[in-house]
T-cell receptor, first 113, second 109 residues
């Protein structure tokens, strides 16, 4: 069974540029999460999807961040425009349901110059 | 206030030592997760438990629901166990996940 796939693994951009991250969860997993992880910190939730519905986006900075999960499978996370403070690892995770075991992707490391 | 507290924050051990990492939480939970993250690597789920004890090779996880406390034990530690170990809980109200800040473990040969 393939794991959670994220791309790109690394991205370097200048501030004010847009960036997008893509996540393909494990087949059959209804719940999808986007997390932000700063160095030495635990993951911080950005948004959680149940199928195609965003059920918790309270921590998503909606002025510059957006996400979508069309058809309840793949998801994209976009930042426009990026700021220096957005440099972090963006993690995608999925589970069969909210109470299920979490599976994480390798993450997308963003560096904003 | 953090809903999930881990201790210690950093831990250095000699190869072969028995290691314990502790996790306390303050919310009602449906499950507790122990996760492992190697430097520069992704996060791997080690255990998901809601009661009792689970064992995987040299790793043992226990949980005491009444005391809201869990421990992760590593027997006969090895340098490849060096990683950050993260405790996370899924709450039983509000559908929230809470993460600890992690315990950085270094096992010296």
């Amino acid at each position: 069974e393939a794991g959670v796939v994220q791309s790109p693994r690394y991205k370097i951009i200048e501030k004010k540029q847009p960036v997008a991250f893509w996540c393909n969860p494990i087949s059959g997993h209804n719940t999808l999460y986007w997390y932000l992880q700063n160095l030495g910190q635990g993951p911080e939730l950005l948004i959680r999807y149940e199928n195609e519905e965003a059920v918790d986006d309270s921590q998503l900075p909606k002025d510059r961040f957006s996400a979508e999960r069309l058809k309840g499978v793949d998801s994209t996370l976009k930042i426009q425009p990026a700021e220096l403070g957005d440099s972090a690892v963006y993690l995608c995770a999925s589970s069969r349901s909210f109470t299920g075991e979490l599976f994480f992707g390798e993450g997308s490391r963003l560096t904003v110059l | 206030k953090n809903e999930v507290e881990q201790s210690p924050q950093n831990l250095t051990a000699q190869e072969g030592e028995f290691i314990t990492i502790n996790c306390s939480y303050s919310v009602g939970i449906s499950a507790l997760h122990w996760l492992q993250q190697h430097p520069g690597g992704g996060i791997v789920s080690l255990f998901m438990l809601s009661s009792g004890k689970k064992k995987h090779g040299r790793l043992i996880a226990t949980i005491n629901i009444q005391e809201k406390h869990s421990s992760l034990h590593i027997t006969a530690s090895h340098p490849r166990d060096s990683a950050v170990y993260i405790c996370a809980v899924s709450s039983n109200t509000g559908n929230q996940f809470y993460f600890g800040t992690g315990t950085s473990l270094t096992v010296i040969p």
